[in-house]
T-cell receptor, first 111, second 116 residues
């Protein structure tokens, strides 16, 4: 069964600190893996996208990694800001159109 | 580029009434549009997939007579929640996929529906 699991479910960090969010998936094969940021009451916004052959992708303070052998991905946020408080969703796209969503990690950055 | 809009952004209605939500692709032609529902602290759940000019494909457990989907043009899809009930209160998000980047869905900002 295609699944995407994320950890932790929620995370609280102090402003300026770094953090790493995890994503484990069983989807195989897959076209790409994306990390989305979803602010409360808003739609998801794409942060990074990686194909199965890519190991890392950066977007400003966001860096995603992918290990296709272990079927794991991580999203690292450096120098966190208050505006980083949001849910971060790992989404795997199999060759079909239907996306497989993780349940998300809710991040709270405190001053 | 690749902007998807939704209207309204929020709506409050009385139980038993119908509500229409619009999803538009502003700068590309969306051959396929998707409708998702998201309950608090949960991830997005796909409700249905619609291809322009054809009937929508609904996911298991989604009532097609309750959630009417129309995708009459390449830039507009509508979701109508008929005879809404309080349990239909949720956050509804659409996404659109173009003819070129078929592996990419662009999400709208969502519509918050509250049924009293």
């Amino acid at each position: 069964k295609n699944q995407v699991e994320q950890s932790p479910q929620s995370l609280i960090i102090l402003e300026g600190k770094n953090c790493t969010l995890q994503c484990n998936y069983t989807v195989s094969p897959f076209s790409n893996l994306r990390w989305y940021k979803q602010d409360t009451g808003r739609g998801p916004v794409s942060l990074t996208i990686m194909t199965f052959s890519e190991n890392t992708k950066s977007n400003g303070r966001y860096t995603a990694t992918l290990d296709a052998d272990t079927k794991q991905s991580s999203l690292h946020i450096t120098a966190s800001q208050l505006s980083d408080s949001a849910s971060y969703i790992c989404v795997v796209s199999p060759p079909s159109y239907k996306l497989i969503f993780g349940s998300g990690t809710r991040l709270l950055v405190r001053p | 580029g690749a902007v998807v809009s939704q209207h309204p952004s929020w709506v409050i209605c009385k139980s038993g009434t119908s509500v229409k939500i619009e999803c538009r692709s502003l700068d590309f032609q969306a051959t396929t549009m998707f409708w998702y529902r998201q309950f608090p602290k949960q991830s997005l759940m796909l409700m249905a997939t619609s291809n322009e000019g054809s009937k929508a494909t609904y996911e298991q457990g989604v009532e097609k007579d309750k959630f009417l989907i129309n995708h009459a043009s390449l830039t507009l899809s509508t979701l109508t929640v008929t005879s809404a009930h309080p349990e239909d209160s949720s956050f509804y998000i659409c996404s659109a996929r173009g003819p070129i980047r078929t592996d990419t869905q662009y999400f709208g900002p969502g519509t918050r529906l509250t049924v009293l």
